[in-house]
């Protein structure tokens, strides 16, 4: 069936060729090699190419060696080209920005996609496997759960440490979620609210010449380019001293990644919340990802946040607090100049101590003027971290009778408050405290909770076990065990968290986010029980002069619609209920306002 290699070559070798009869002579000890599957190809030995030797052997050795020749000018030509294609890769990312941008976008995507598919697919894995094997209620799943968190968070970090910018904010985001969230994550993602990567010098340089038209040098003669005084998500901040005057201050540059990127990105974080909302169908936190969509706009434009921090200072101007903002200088979109304020974290308990600070004052004012904003001023911080508030020794001309002032800083991110909303917040908070269930039901509907989840809300919102709160106990200091159990009804009752927060206000779920970040910064500050009773006695007090304000606006308001089209005895029967309602109210507020006096 098959021709033999060399009966292809007999008729050759009878027609007289020298290499064909030479064929022929050796062709008994050259037969072990192989026969040809293919007539016309005797290179060919059981299908594959043969080695070079019998090549040489049945074309003879010019025939050989030009295959050789061929063969290597083929893969010369491909290295060429190989080579061409690399080059022109290269020339055009350094010297196109569209193809750069590109290339990048592409690597970004795909290092975010590939992180959140492979920890999808490893709960996936792990846990499919454990429930084939009938394993769901024993130790063993509960360990391999805290493996797979602690992996998992693990990876995320070190993918958004090297994406950067909004990525880092996210992570900051999920590192709050401390009574949402397992440990294992909260505790991995925290670093990211002290530790990012920082821009390049020539970046920086490049995008204040960009947006001022003028180098930097020629603004600040000095720059502490090497010791910056904070590195956040989007933006650096360094201490420079302007050439005109030597005033030193602190100037706020934005990361110049964070342009090119913003919008990709957010659409990047949209399609995998998505998938894995497929995933994992009880996820539930698609608010993550609008709260990012809602926040970043106003974050990203220093100007509005120059407009909040004037807003704060009015909102305080003529109140003895100890709240000092920095004053704004200057402002453009990507770049921010303000005073340069010296102090220290508001958790730095030690420098507390080395300046005769009492931590516990300090807790009651973060308090007071938290407080305020959400009660009073419906126009609220919603980023309170500890990276956020410093505290140093007070001036001399200071006239709130303390030794320290409490400076707020990085005002990007604020949430301003309805009349109405505030109100029912602080009625809510006032039924907290007094333990009043029908009145915490009805105020967590009217802020926006889900009917008959009025007890969990609470709960995420003070942080205490139900039967605390329906004692009218939270003034007293949280002990481990409710800690432990707080957190585990956080994993007990997740799908019923998800569907409040489904549902919530954006606003309110800030507000939340709010009140859990000053709550855990006054654990941080307090040492003592006391100290805790007076957190929660200036909140009520803060809360009834709300609640107060707000009666004595539709006391007005009902005046005013009365006095319409009224006869004179009319006018008179309505003033003496009105100055009755009113009275009533006055003494309600008085009488609260003393016995909160009396028990701090």
Request: hydrophobic share 45%.
């Amino acid at each position: 069936m098959h021709t033999c290699l060399w009966s292809l070559l007999a008729p050759r070798a009878a027609a007289g060729s020298t290499s064909c009869r030479w064929a022929a002579a050796t062709r008994v000890r050259r037969r072990p090699l192989g026969q040809s599957h293919e007539i016309g190809t005797p290179w060919l030995i059981h299908g594959r190419q043969a080695p070079c030797f019998a090549r040489f052997i049945a074309t003879g050795p010019a025939t050989a060696t030009a295959a050789a020749v061929r063969r290597l000018t083929r893969w010369r030509r491909r290295g060429g080209v190989f080579a061409i294609v690399g080059a022109g890769f290269y020339a055009l990312y350094e010297h196109h920005d569209g193809f750069r941008h590109g290339t990048k976008a592409i690597l970004r995507v795909g290092t975010a996609s590939w992180i959140g598919l492979s920890v999808a697919w490893q709960y996936q894995r792990a846990f499919l496997w454990l429930r084939w094997q009938g394993l769901q209620d024993t130790p063993l799943f509960e360990k391999r759960k805290r493996e797979c968190h602690a992996i998992g968070a693990q990876r995320v970090l070190a993918g958004l440490q090297d994406l950067g910018g909004i990525y880092v904010k996210l992570g900051q985001h999920l590192s709050a979620m401390k009574h949402i969230l397992p440990l294992e994550w909260t505790r991995t993602l925290a670093v990211l609210q002290d530790r990012c990567d920082p821009s390049s010098r020539d970046e920086l340089e490049q995008l204040f010449l960009h947006d001022c038209g003028v180098p930097i040098d020629d603004v600040f003669d000095m720059f502490d380019w090497d010791a910056p005084l904070g590195i956040a998500s989007l933006a650096s901040v360094y201490r420079a001293r302007l050439r005109t005057n030597g005033q030193w201050i602190a100037l706020k540059l934005q990361h110049p990644r964070i342009d090119e990127f913003c919008q990709m990105d957010l659409d990047t974080v949209a399609i995998l919340t998505r998938w894995i909302q497929a995933w994992f169908p009880d996820f539930g936190f698609e608010w993550i990802l609008h709260e990012l969509q809602d926040s970043l706009p106003q974050e990203l434009d220093f100007r509005q946040e120059a407009s909040h921090a004037k807003q704060v200072q009015a909102n305080f101007a003529g109140v003895p607090s100890t709240l000092v903002v920095p004053e704004i200088l200057w402002a453009q979109r990507r770049i921010l100049c303000m005073e340069y304020v010296e102090g220290a974290r508001i958790d730095d308990i030690a420098y507390m101590k080395a300046h005769h600070i009492d931590p516990s004052l300090v807790s009651m004012e973060i308090t007071k003027i938290f407080a305020k904003m959400m009660f009073l001023d419906g126009f609220v911080h919603c980023d309170p971290h500890p990276g956020n508030l410093m505290i140093r020794p007070s001036k001399k001309d200071a006239n709130h009778g303390y030794n320290f002032d409490v400076v707020l800083l990085d005002h990007g991110l604020y949430r301003p408050l309805t009349d109405q909303l505030r109100t029912d917040f602080a009625h809510l908070w006032t039924a907290l405290i007094r333990g009043y269930e029908p009145d915490i039901e009805k105020y967590a509907l009217r802020v926006g909770c889900r009917p008959s989840y009025h007890r969990l809300f609470a709960s995420l919102l003070t942080g205490r076990e139900w039967h605390t709160i329906v004692a009218a106990d939270l003034a007293s200091a949280r002990t481990a065990t409710e800690i432990k159990r707080v957190s585990g009804r956080s994993k007990v009752f997740l799908h019923r968290i998800a569907a409040i927060f489904a549902t919530l206000p954006q606003i309110v779920f800030l507000l939340l986010k709010t009140s859990d970040l000053v709550r855990h910064l006054n654990e941080t500050l307090l040492t003592a029980k006391q100290g805790s009773r007076r957190t929660y006695v200036i909140m009520a007090q803060f809360c009834a002069q709300a609640v107060w304000e707000d009666t004595r606006q539709e006391l007005a308001a009902i005046w005013a619609i009365a006095q319409q089209g009224a006869s004179n005895w009319q006018r008179g029967w309505t003033w003496l209920t009105w100055c009755s309602q009113y009275v009533s109210a006055w003494c309600q507020y008085q009488v609260l306002t003393w016995s909160l006096w009396l028990h701090q």
